[in-house]
């Protein structure tokens, strides 16, 4: 199963992706998590590992990656055949606990340019990565909702739904977090404001809780 987590800066997405993993992993899932997100670096420090190497690197680096791009007038194909989650190059992941975590790459210095490369690069692999029914892949996606339409557009095309996960909510803005979704009968779960995790996450910590809205979350997925 791939799933892609998104939503807007500071939801919480990388917590979510994190944990998420983690359950999966402990129910004995085989897990790969894909950091797409170029800017944040707080993922790998959740799941208690080192930042990988970028994966655009595979491909001769950011630049070549734009050149081939540029020059196929942005048609070029990365990936000749299908992929496996073993395919993966021991170079480009992480692996902790039963959880492996690559990365699309991240802007390191200031003036990069265009993170255009590391967004082909990751959309291609993952429409050429291939799972069995006990494997799963996190994409946690970069900030911003512009995701929702296009996960909605490929949920209809595919005939499969999306769902939401509320995060940090209270007493106070649960009513208001139903409301602004489309259909409420899509929340698949509400994640409280936990202060364990939020300091943990702003600290840098490896995330150690393990929420009930979370293995309630898991569950759900391994019904689906």
Not at 55 to 68: A, C, E, I, P, S
Not at 195 to 221: H, Q, R, V
Request: aromatic letters at 8%.
């Amino acid at each position: 199963m791939k799933i892609a987590v998104c939503g807007k800066g500071g939801c919480g997405k990388s917590t979510v992706t994190s944990l998420l993993a983690k359950a999966l992993a402990r129910r004995g899932k085989e897990t790969l998590v894909i950091d797409s997100d170029e800017s944040n670096y707080g993922l790998h420090r959740q799941l208690g590992m080192k930042l990988p190497r970028d994966f655009t690197d595979y491909f001769g680096g950011k630049q070549n990656v734009l050149n081939d791009m540029m020059l196929s007038k942005f048609t070029h194909q990365f990936f000749e055949e299908t992929w496996t989650i073993d395919d993966i190059p021991e170079d480009y992941y992480s692996l902790k606990d039963g959880v492996k975590l690559m990365s699309s790459g991240k802007i390191h210095q200031a003036n990069e340019g265009c993170s255009c490369a590391m967004g082909t690069v990751m959309t291609q692999f993952i429409q050429n990565l291939r799972l069995t029914e006990d494997q799963f892949a996190l994409m946690d996606m970069e900030a911003g909702i512009e995701h929702f339409k296009k996960i909605g557009e490929l949920s209809e095309s595919i005939q499969k739904p999306f769902y939401y996960v509320f995060n940090k909510v209270t007493k106070e803005n649960q009513e208001m977090m139903y409301e602004a979704v489309w259909n409420s009968s899509r929340v698949a779960v509400s994640l409280g404001a936990d202060p364990g995790i939020m300091g943990e996450g702003l600290m840098g910590k490896e995330l150690s809780e393990k929420p009930d809205a979370i293995e309630n979350l898991t569950e759900f997925l391994l019904s689906i």
